[in-house]
């Protein structure tokens, strides 16, 4: 694949320069407080004490449950206010991955990465996946939740052609194109009777060395 030109699939609406789109800060949740509660939730049955967690296109909120302690939480986005303004990272990194794919991290150094209610945004998702297969530790998790909202002419066309389901099939895709995961799944985590934001997740771990 050619990480220079995305394909038509992976076009956006607005294809100026992210910088300009995130220049300024959203100090604000993507998702509303029953699906920032369904996620955080979800969150505590899969994070061991004293990870290191990295929470890639972080933002303002990381939805990581606060009775854990974490060895670190280092999150990536595109905005440094939005970053500083997250009380849970213990470090933050600016880093545009549409024109940089290739993680500033070193191999195999975390437990689990999150991608909170953003890989829509990806227009280069394999090579960021096979780049989160780099730096997890062998056998480790790598969770995309998502929802159905999103910024529109941010997202790439493919996932606005798609429902729910297809949404997840193409994570599935992302994880399944590195051959560096194990066989995904896919959960329904939506606040219960439908009250509030859907939330699904699409997970996989590293393969064992
Ligand atoms: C809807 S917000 C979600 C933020 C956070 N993960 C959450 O759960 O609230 C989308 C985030 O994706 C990140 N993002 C979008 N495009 C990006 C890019 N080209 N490179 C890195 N991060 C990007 C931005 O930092 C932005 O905060």
Redesign the pocket.
């Known amino acids: 694949m050619d990480y220079t030109v995305p394909s038509e699939a992976f076009k956006r609406i607005d294809e100026s320069d ?1 910088e300009i ?2 220049r300024e800060p ?1 100090l604000v ?3 509303d407080e029953a699906a920032c509660t369904a996620l955080t939730s979800y969150l505590s049955t899969v994070l061991l004490p004293n990870s290191q967690v990295l ?9 990581l449950p606060e009775e854990i302690s974490y060895g670190g939480v280092t999150g ?4 440094q206010t ?1 970053l500083n303004n997250n009380p849970q990272l213990s470090s933050s990194v600016v ?5 940089n794919t290739k993680l500033p991290f070193d191999d195999c150094f975390f437990n689990i990465c ?5 890989v829509q ?3 280069y998702p394999i090579a960021i996946f096979n780049e989160i297969a780099r730096v997890l530790i062998p056998g480790s998790p790598c969770i995309v ?1 998502f929802s159905n909202r ?2 529109p002419t ?1 997202a790439v066309a493919i996932w606005h052609q798609l429902t729910n389901t297809g949404h997840a099939k193409l994570v599935g895709q992302y994880f399944d194109a590195t051959q560096k995961f194990e066989p995904y799944t896919v959960r329904d985590i939506s606040p219960i009777g439908g009250q509030g934001d859907p939330l699904f997740v699409v997970s996989a771990k590293t393969q064992p060395v």
């Not at 929470?55 to 939805?63: E, F, G, Q, T, V």
């Not at 999150?114 to 953003?118: A, D, E, G, P």
């Open positions: 992210d789109f995130y959203r949740k993507h998702i929470d890639l296109m972080a933002s303002c909120a990381s939805h990536l986005g595109m905005n939005e880093q545009n991955l549409a024109i999150l991608i909170t209610v953003s945004y990806l227009i939740a999103c910024f941010k």
